[in-house]
């Protein structure tokens, strides 16, 4: 397996949001994605666990890829004693994520009015589904839900089937973690000229609805069909889809631009002058013409004949398969760390490059060194681990 290189244990973090502190109150997908994302930076990222979540005696590596580059220490908020370490924690960083439906936080004494009263230059950025506000503000729901609700499920599949879930890095990572992430960048920007901290409400229903915006600008200029399947971004043009190859795989074409097309045509044996590209009467007998010529030949094969041309091509690859492209291989897009391959840090910086800073922790793996780091000592750190408000993988102090 050709992969890229494995990165390091940094001594010292780097990157350009080396010095930013971030506390993380542990959730789901979405503000994981957000805070690895800013681990891979250079912040420094302290996950709040629960107790009860702490293994016994851990052995290796957390296969949770989504929590790498960061600390983890283990508190029971809904503990006087465990909610003020995790105050003090909030009191002294740039930026906390709170994962919670709406009035979690509050009612825990972690909301924003609490903690920016002890810190007013904290960033509170919170990630939900629905967002704070409006009819289903407290409601459960997942990405598909957020996906559909905002417009992006109904167009996607074909029209004689039901859409299909576009895994969930739609709503979940595109519309959630990557929102977070860039709203946590954006306030840190701006507190730099205002001195103050502020709430962001990131919601993956927003964030799904701003990744739609080319699809509504198309529709408002007249160029989109309300009907599935019948646009050419959804696989009806016959120049911009997947075909099936000999060896039962797929490979992908998408030559928008017309020099691109006649290309395409012209590698496959035919006249561009006899498909005219937008003709989409013609449309369904070329997609037939094409899917018989590329179930001729091996994706292997088809690899052999079109990457790297301007036919805009690519195989389709299975998740198991990318470390051995021989492109992705060049850029390390992915990387082995801990015995896990998994992506690189993105995007990539010409001075002030980010990395993966630490392997996934175990909840509770950091608790005695960050309680430390807060000055948490003697009868108090005691009284924590006895009373159960922390936990720690590793000390041998009473649970």
């Known amino acids: ?21 971030v506390v993380e109150l542990a959730g789901l997908g979405p503000a994981q994605l957000g805070a690895m994302l800013l681990a891979d930076m250079g912040a420094d990222v302290v996950r709040v666990d629960r107790p009860a979540d702490v293994p016994t005696d851990p052995e290796g590596v957390s296969g ?25 924690l909030a009191a002294g960083a740039d930026v906390l ?11 825990l ?36 839900n957020y996906v559909a609700l ?10 004689d089937a039901p859409p299909p879930p576009p895994l969930n890095l739609v709503g979940d990572f595109g519309g959630g973690g990557m929102l977070l992430a860039f ?29 739609m915006a080319s699809i509504f600008q198309v ?30 795989r797929y490979v992908t074409v998408g030559p928008l631009e017309a020099k691109f097309y006649g290309q395409l045509l012209d590698r496959l044996g035919l006249d561009a002058a006899d498909w005219p590209q937008w003709d989409t009467d013609r449309w369904p007998a070329l997609a037939e013409l094409l899917a018989a010529r590329f179930a001729e030949r091996t994706l292997a094969e088809w690899t052999a004949e079109l990457e790297g ?35 690189a840090p993105a995007p990539r910086f010409a001075r002030t490059p980010g990395a993966i800073a630490s392997p996934p922790p175990w909840p509770g793996q950091h608790t005695a060194e960050l309680l430390a780091e807060l000055g948490v000592g003697g009868d108090r750190r005691a009284a924590l681990y006895a009373s159960g408000a922390a936990r720690d993988t590793t000390t041998e102090e009473p649970r």
């Not at 290189?5 to 350009?16: I, S, W």
């Not at 001195?195 to 990744?211: H, K, Y």
């Not at 195989?315 to 390390?332: G, I, M, N, Q, S």
Request: charged share 25%; glycine share 12%.
């Open 219 to 248: 529709d408002h200029q007249g160029l989109w069909s309300r009907e599935r399947g019948a646009n050419w971004l959804q696989g009806a043009a016959p120049w911009y889809r997947a075909y099936a190859t000999a060896d039962d």
């Open 309 to 343: 041309t301007d036919v805009c091509f690519a195989p389709a690859l299975e998740y198991d398969e990318v470390t051995e492209h021989p492109h992705l291989a060049a850029r390390a897009v992915y990387v082995e760390r801990d015995g896990a391959v998994q992506p």
């Open 64 to 88: 949770e890829l989504l929590a790498r580059g960061r600390r983890s220490i283990a508190l029971d908020l809904k503990q006087p004693d465990g909610l003020a370490v995790a105050r003090e």
């Open 1 to 21: 397996m050709v992969i890229g290189m494995a990165v390091e244990t940094d001594t010292a973090r780097r990157g350009p949001l080396t010095g930013v502190r």
């Open 109 to 144: 004494g972690l909301g924003p009015d609490d903690l920016l009263a002890l810190n007013p230059r904290l960033v509170f950025a919170r990630m939900t589904g629905w967002g704070q506000d409006g009819p289903l503000a407290q409601a459960a729901g997942h990405d598909i």
């Open 183 to 211: 709203g946590v960048a954006a306030a840190l920007v701006e507190r730099e000229r205002s001195g103050e901290g502020q709430v962001i409400d990131v919601a993956m229903i927003d964030g799904v609805a701003a990744l």
């Open 150 to 159: 905002a417009g992006a499920l109904a167009p996607i599949g074909p029209a």
């Open 97 to 107: 994520l709170d994962p919670y439906r709406p009035g979690v936080a509050e009612r």
